[in-house]
């Protein structure tokens, strides 16, 4: 009985710590709309329709009313989206991937996008 519910526990375990973020298998390729930027000093800005971020294979698009559009080059590892910007390279943290929310941490602050 002991090793049962260990087991049990054991598999709870493991649901719980990777359920949130999926893998790298997981697809974000897709045209995300941006609906707000939330800022380490606990600020957020609200965006209005049309601001989305367009991820493919090899590339980001970030089309942003306020600042225009914007071409990086990426690559993924993990949960970790490696950007080129000119000859800065930067790191987008994932926190939350699934089939209707994205949530990455950026340089900016937290992208809150949706599908």
Same mark, same amino acid.
């Given at each position: 009985?002991?090793?049962?519910?260990?087991?049990?526990?054991?598999?709870?375990?493991?649901?719980?710590?990777?359920?949130?973020?999926?893998?790298?298998?997981?697809?974000?390729?897709?045209?995300?709309?941006?609906?707000?930027?939330?800022?380490?000093?606990?600020?957020? %800005?609200? !965006?209005?329709?049309? @601001?989305?971020? &367009?991820?493919?294979?090899?590339? #980001?698009?970030?089309? *942003?009313?306020?600042?225009?559009?914007?071409?990086?080059?990426?690559?993924?590892?993990?949960?970790?989206?490696?950007?080129?910007?000119?000859?800065?390279?930067?790191?987008? %943290?994932? !926190?939350?991937?699934? @089939?209707?929310? &994205?949530?990455?941490?950026?340089? #900016?602050?937290?992208? *809150?996008?949706?599908?």
């Amino acid at each position: 009985m002991n090793i049962l519910i260990k087991a049990i526990c054991l598999v709870f375990f493991i649901t719980a710590c990777t359920s949130e973020i999926n893998n790298e298998s997981a697809e974000i390729k897709h045209k995300w709309q941006l609906l707000k930027v939330l800022y380490d000093d606990g600020s957020a %800005k609200l !965006l209005e329709n049309g @601001n989305y971020i &367009l991820i493919e294979k090899n590339s #980001i698009y970030e089309n *942003i009313k306020q600042y225009g559009s914007r071409h990086y080059p990426y690559y993924r590892n993990n949960n970790i989206l490696y950007i080129t910007s000119g000859e800065t390279s930067v790191e987008w %943290k994932i !926190l939350l991937l699934d @089939n209707h929310n &994205l949530h990455i941490q950026t340089p #900016i602050g937290k992208y *809150i996008l949706k599908r």
